[in-house]
């Protein structure tokens, strides 16, 4: 859906994907390894929608964290949306920038995005807790937008101004917007 709303970042991730493979049965799983605007704009998809919203509470074992001591039993969370949303880390930060996840040696790399803090963004967590299902999240959802966009062209209906801030409501899990799209089938050798 972010996109869509921003064509341009639909065009660099619609090119990447139908350069990349020369058939349909071509896109395999082991092959979107190599599909970085893929990449960067599913990390930029998380960035903005932030699936977990506060993060899982942990009990504190009583620690000391950046100088500061957590005395034992407090319970912590970290805060996905206080961080995502703070000019402290991420640059033009309202917007959907898929190049702020990008390589410095990718020829999309922008550099307004130098000092994005994207090392320290974790959407399925870190340690023992952490998300059991990250590596099939990315590969189920990697494949299911490379083929969608390989075989077809997506086109957003007119007069649907959605943001995330707006729209998107917080009830546990996101509830979010309809949004209407139509299918074209792409044409062959595009
Ligand atoms: C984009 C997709 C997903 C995101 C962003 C995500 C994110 C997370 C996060 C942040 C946690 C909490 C980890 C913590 O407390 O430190 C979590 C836990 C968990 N996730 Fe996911 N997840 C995704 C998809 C999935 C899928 C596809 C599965 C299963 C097939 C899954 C299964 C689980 C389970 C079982 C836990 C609980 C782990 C525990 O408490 O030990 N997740 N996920």
């Not at 660099?12 to 893929?38: C, D, N, P, W």
């Not at 034992?72 to 898929?98: C, I, K, M, N, Q």
């Amino acid at each position: 859906m972010f996109s869509l709303l921003e064509p341009e970042s639909l065009k660099l991730l619609v090119a990447e994907i139908r350069s990349e493979f020369k058939s349909y049965e071509h896109i395999q799983t082991e092959a979107l390894g190599s599909l970085e605007y893929l990449r960067a704009s599913l990390m930029e998809t998380l960035r903005i929608t932030v699936l977990q919203s506060t993060g899982q509470p942990r009990v504190s074992p009583g620690a000391n964290v950046d100088g500061k001591h957590i005395a034992r039993g407090v319970e912590v969370r970290y805060g996905f949306l206080a961080f995502t949303r703070s000019t402290r880390y991420f640059h033009d930060l309202h917007r959907y920038r898929p190049q702020r996840w990008l390589p410095e040696s990718h020829q999309y790399w922008d550099p307004a995005f130098k000092y994005d803090a994207t090392d320290d963004f974790h959407p399925f967590s870190q340690g023992p807790r952490s998300c059991p299902g990250m590596p099939l999240a990315w590969r189920q959802t990697k494949l299911g937008i490379a083929k969608v966009l390989w075989a077809l062209d997506v086109e957003m209906l007119p007069n649907q101004d959605i943001t995330f801030e707006k729209d998107f409501r917080m009830y546990g899990m996101w509830k979010k917007p309809s949004f209407w799209v139509r299918f074209h089938p792409a044409p062959i050798g595009s």
